[in-house]
């Protein structure tokens, strides 16, 4: 606009440029010239005046054409470049100025093409090395990850709040296994990313612990706490707390390493107690032996009567003292083993090990016989290892067996692992010098000798003949274990990393629902349940629900909740294609009042999301009076939500929003499968929503009641 | 007139060696088989000295060493705690209570022999 003005000014200053001076002039002249010379000129000019007014009107065309083509170049093109430009500062980094009009103004692009492109190089500089750095920071955390999942331990750690953004298969596990009821199918329930640490653990103890250690940071001393708490289930557990530091030195959270010593603490009782009936229960008994027989010392001129009841006395005490002491023997057998640390370990694994290091440093070959591969044994592999290897080179060096065979067998509580060679017959007190000797294997050396190995494991070693067969044998007795009963490896969903840490819930200060957070930052459950039908009201039951959880805009395919119902009623035929549930499969299976409540406790503190949420929550409601559990949280319909985005299409079914977002999963219509694929199809609708400006929850309700009431009314 | 003994167990094979014993030592000898048995015989028998068990059914010896001690009539009266509970906190809380001494099981009769003439002969 204002360039045009400039134009029409110039026009303007033109015009007066060819015509001014002339007039001027002539008026000048006018004024000096008498009258008959004015008449003169009036004619000769008069008669002449069209000639020079075209003339000028010609110059002035010319002129102006000049000035417009300038004007076209200089500054409407240079106008031009600058939005370019602008353009190629903000929306378009890659937009480039097309060198254009005179060869200034083509300089002038080409400088700035310059400049953008050694921009582009540097920002590209700086985008590599971020991304360079966010690599190696997610390569740490996934090595943290990857660390922490393969721990013996329990890690659980928590921000401030107490929620959990990070747990390690192990606390899974052990959690799982204190979980009550039908809470152990859901994965354990009880711990996930996002959830709260006291529903676990005693609140109380947990920041009395923290307590502890922000005193200890403040005196200087190591920031660490320990407390012993009980579950629910009134198992025992020992929680060692460290904090987690934040970088002015402030506490963001905590480790909490935890133990079930439930079993050790037990163990410990009855060991106290064994000793218990071996010291004390002696003292009456022996005082009882030993107050009889001084006085049958003191007095041996006693009457024969009173002589016979004094050793009466002595032979009732002994006897029943021998009792007790078998009985305590054999009840207390395990717990009066030596404390060595043993670990339960497969007796094959132990032999396969031995058989490797033998061949190796001893080029002795090795064989096994009956070996019982499911035999589990207390040991210490190390060293058990170390003795197997320390008898096959003194047998090597005193024997020269051509191989060695191995067997494994047992027989009630004892394992049998027998070390079988071909050749003489040895003395036992050879065996017993070796038993006496430092082991030396190789050029390694063991501190202990045979028989401290075998006293650690509270086992026996034995030599003996098979006189038919002209061979012989070691035979190693050994503890057999009781495995801890840990849940059977469940098959992974998913590849890759597992999900069980969310460092970004060290900023997640609150968790419970607030209906003006954003979409992104609250904790959902997606969840779908299979029926016998599609009438609630008319007795169909359901029979399978399947959740997850979103926390932090992730889908935690770790955390997730499915089980089989048993409807009380027979099932559909026409249903079973559909959702692949058999009467076998749901026979035996608990029944909706068991697995409502662990649902329920499952969902705590989550928004819930379903696809056609209305049918689902149908049948949750119709159970309320029944089971006394009511869903009172939010739901979240990506039905719904799907019509909010897309209000221009037809279907928004399932499978069609997953093809028109991009959402591929394998199976479907399985309850678990389905609510996967429903979570996946809420995450991708978030930024959806939010490019039409709806960012919260509350808001997220309100467009889907308003699509829902306009599709009731057409 | 010879120093009275009551002595005072639940188990007959610790009870005839006592009493065995201390007949000969020549004391007049007196038994009960648990702590109400024992408060009664205090007040029939009369003992100058108690030799008290302490692992006892219905009351345990401690309960019955604190009963007798309530008694300030009974001030002059000897009680040996006879037991099998060692644990040093077990005998610190016998002597608190007011046993005038703490013999664990076993021990010897001689011994034994010799506190108690000591306890009555102070008396």
Same mark, same amino acid.
């Given at each position: ?22 007039? !001027?002039?002539?008026?000048? !002249? ?54 370019? /430009? ?35 190089? /540097? ?115 020992? !929680? ?11 506490? $963001?959270?905590?480790? /909490?390493? @935890? ?44 009457? &024969? ?29 395990? $717990? ?18 031995? =058989? ?51 067997? /494994?067998?047992? +027989? ?14 040895? $003395? ?11 082991? =030396? ?52 969903? @998913?590849?890759?990393?597992? +999900? ?40 169909? +039951? ?30 559909? &035929? ?11 499969? @749901? ?33 949750? =409601?119709?159970? +309320? ?7 009172? =949280? ?51 609708? @978030? ?28 | ?42 007040? $029939? ?11 006892? &059914? ?66």
């Amino acid at each position: 606009m204002k360039a045009k003005y400039r134009f029409i000014a110039a026009i303007v200053v033109l015009a007066l440029l060819m015509t001014g001076p002339f007039v !001027v002039t002539s008026l000048l !002249v006018w004024l000096d010239m008498k009258d008959a010379e004015r008449t003169m000129l009036t004619e000769l000019l008069l008669s002449r005046l069209p000639v020079g007014t075209l003339m000028t009107l010609f110059g002035f065309a010319i002129g102006a054409a000049v000035l417009h083509k300038l004007f076209k170049q200089y500054v409407e093109g240079l106008l031009r470049m600058a939005e370019t /430009l602008r353009l190629m500062l903000g929306a378009n980094r890659d937009f480039r100025v097309t060198p254009d009009g005179p060869p200034e103004v083509r300089q002038l692009a080409q400088a700035a093409n310059d400049l953008a492109a050694q921009r582009d190089a /540097l920002m590209d500089d700086v985008d590599a090395q971020i991304a360079r750095a966010k690599a190696s920071v997610e390569e740490e955390k996934n090595r943290l990850a990857a660390l922490m999942s393969e721990l013996a331990q329990a890690v659980v750690v928590c921000n401030l709040d107490g929620r959990i953004l990070l747990y390690n298969n192990r606390a899974r596990l052990q959690f799982k296994a204190l979980a009550q009821g039908p809470t152990s199918v859901s994965g354990g329930a009880l711990i996930g990313l996002g959830r709260s640490i006291f529903s676990i653990l005693d609140k109380g103890q947990v920041e009395h612990a923290r307590e502890v250690i922000v005193q200890r940071l403040a005196a200087g001393k190591m920031p660490m706490a320990h407390f012993i708490t009980t579950t629910r289930g009134g198992q025992l557990l020992r !929680v060692q707390m460290v904090p987690v530091m934040a970088g002015e030195g402030g506490l $963001s959270g905590y480790v /909490l390493t @935890v133990e079930n010593i439930t079993r050790s603490i037990e163990e410990e009782e009855r060991r106290d107690q064994a000793l218990h009936t071996l010291t004390q229960g002696s003292r009456s008994a022996i005082g009882n032996i030993r107050a009889a027989v001084a006085n049958l010392l003191d007095y041996p001129d006693m009457e &024969p009567e009173l002589r016979e009841r004094f050793l009466r006395v002595i032979d009732d005490e002994v006897a029943r003292r021998s009792v007790v002491i078998d009985q305590t023997m054999s009840q207390f057998s395990d $717990s009066m083993k030596t404390r060595w640390p043993l670990e339960d370990i497969l007796g094959i694994d132990v032999i396969a090990a031995a =058989q490797r290091r033998i061949e190796d440093k001893l080029k002795l070959p090795t064989k096994t016989e009956e070996l019982d591969d499911a035999l589990w044994m207390r040991a210490d592999s190390y060293s058990l290892i170390f003795a197997l290897g320390f008898l096959a080179s003194k047998l090597q060096d005193h024997y020269a067996p051509r191989e060695l065979r191995f067997r /494994l067998s047992s +027989e009630g509580r004892l394992a049998y692992l027998d070390l079988i060679w071909s050749g003489p017959a040895m $003395s036992s007190e050879t065996f017993y010098t070796w038993e006496m000797e430092v082991m =030396q294997f190789g050029s390694e050396t063991s501190p202990l000798t045979l028989r401290e190995v075998i006293d650690r494991h509270g086992g026996e070693i034995w030599y003996q003949r098979e006189k038919a067969a002209h061979r012989a044998f070691f035979r190693f007795v050994l503890p057999v274990a009781t495995p801890e009963t840990e849940a059977a490896p469940e098959e992974r969903r @998913v590849t890759g990393r597992p +999900e069980y840490y969310d460092f970004d819930l060290f900023k997640f200060e609150d968790a419970s629902i607030d209906l003006d957070r954003k979409l992104s930052e609250l904790a959902y459950t997606v969840f779908d349940t299979e029926t016998t039908g599609l009438e609630p009201s008319n007795g169909d +039951e359901i029979i399978q629900i399947g959740a997850a959880r979103i926390v932090n805009n992730r889908l935690l395919r770790q955390e997730v909740f499915n089980q089989i119902v048993d409807p009380e009623r027979p099932l559909r &035929p026409e249903g079973i294609p559909i959702h692949g549930i058999t009467e076998d499969m @749901v026979r035996g299976q608990p029944t909706i009042d068991v697995v409502l409540p662990a649902f329920h406790e499952f969902c705590e503190e989550t928004v819930l999301i379903a696809h056609n949420a209305a049918f689902d929550m149908r049948f949750l =409601q119709l159970k +309320e009076e029944r089971t006394g559990i009511r869903f009172g =949280q939010p739901v979240l319909d990506t039905l719904l939500l799907s019509a909010v985005a897309h209000p221009n299409q037809e279907s928004h079914k399932l499978d069609d929003i997953m093809t028109r977002l991009g959402v591929v999963i394998g199976k479907r219509h399985n309850a678990l499968e389905d609510a996967l694929a429903t979570g996946e199809v809420f995450l991708k609708l @978030v930024p959806l929503l939010e490019e039409q400006g709806i960012v919260t929850v509350r808001q997220a309700l309100e467009a889907s009641e308003k699509t829902y009431f306009a599709r009731v009314k057409y | 007139m010879a120093n009275k003994i009551l002595i005072v167990d639940d188990e007959p094979n610790i009870v005839i060696s006592l009493e065995f014993l201390m007949k000969k030592e020549g004391f007049e000898i007196a038994v009960a088989a648990d702590g109400d048995e024992a408060l009664a015989k205090v007040d $029939s028998f009369a003992p100058d000295l108690v030799l008290l068990d302490v692992m006892m &059914p219905k009351k345990s010896g401690y309960e019955v060493c604190e009963a007798l001690r309530a008694d300030p009539a009974r001030a002059g009266l000897k009680i040996v705690m006879l037991t099998a509970k060692g644990r040093d906190t077990e005998v610190a809380k016998g002597l608190a209570i007011g046993a005038d001494a703490y013999v664990t099981k076993p021990f010897s009769t001689k011994d034994l022999v010799v506190r108690v003439r000591e306890l009555l002969g102070g008396a």
